[in-house]
């Protein structure tokens, strides 16, 4: 089955840099997704990307769909103690009869102020 | 609006029972997806509903089970219950089938604890 390479699996930075993370893939997908997910809650989109060499901002976030359609990347720039939590990326084949997202192992993100 | 709602939020089981959760969409939404979080396995995908069929399963043994109801409210339900069944219960829900531009909403979660 498809898999996703998540790395890294953890980051500890000081308050202000930028961070880097990405997901390769095993096959290609469709659509990648990028999620934050805090302690004890659900996950939460962050950025969405539907077409190969996308490249997408949300505020502070900057998300890109790799051209072969089997990696993505996020970066974040400077930092916040806020930004701290654990960051997935997901992959989705949309069409026929599997919408399933399949999801990266997470990187823990801490900030240190 | 209301997001996507799950009760319970905590569970405790003991072996061998069975437990039912529930997953409230958001208001308009048709599609519930299913997952389970552990920290070794990460986030897996069980099922997914779509006006009342379930349209796709994981790779999950035949006591997980789920349905979903006319007003797209979702319940799922493992019998048998294993420790390994342990794990944090998440349910995302979309306007339809696929990815939409917001991408699949997920709930809190149910954390179940299997003693």
Redo the contacts between chains.
């Keep these: 089955g498809q898999q996703l390479n998540q790395s890294p699996q953890s980051m500890f930075i000081q308050e202000g840099e930028d961070v880097s993370m990405n997901c390769t893939s095993s096959s290609i997908f469709n659509t990648w997704l990028w999620y934050k997910q805090d302690p004890g809650e659900g996950p939460v989109l962050l950025i969405a990307l539907y077409k190969a060499g996308e490249l997408t901002s949300n505020g502070r976030l900057t998300a890109q769909f790799g051209i072969t359609r089997k990696d993505s990347f996020l970066n974040i720039s400077a930092s916040i103690p806020s930004d701290v939590g654990i960051y997935f990326c997901a992959g989705q084949n949309s069409g026929g009869s599997n919408y399933k997202l399949t999801f990266g192992k997470g990187t823990l993100l801490t900030v240190n102020p | 609006k209301a997001g996507?709602t799950q009760t319970p939020r905590y569970l405790i089981k003991t072996r061998g029972q069975q437990v039912t959760l529930s997953c409230s969409p958001i208001s308009g939404h048709r599609?519930v997806?299913w997952?389970q979080q552990t920290p070794g396995q990460?986030?897996?995908?069980l099922f997914?509903y779509f006006s009342e069929t379930q349209?796709?399963k994981?790779?999950f043994p035949g006591r997980f089970s789920g349905r979903q109801f006319s007003n797209s409210r979702s319940e799922m339900n493992v019998s048998t219950l294993e420790l390994g069944d342990s794990a944090l219960y998440?349910c995302?829900s979309s306007l339809n089938?696929?990815?939409s531009?917001?991408?699949?909403?997920?709930?809190?979660?149910t954390r179940l604890t299997v003693v």
């Design positions: 996507v599609s997806s997952y990460g986030l897996q995908f997914e349209r796709n994981g790779n998440l995302a089938r696929g990815t531009n917001y991408g699949y909403t997920f709930g809190s979660g």
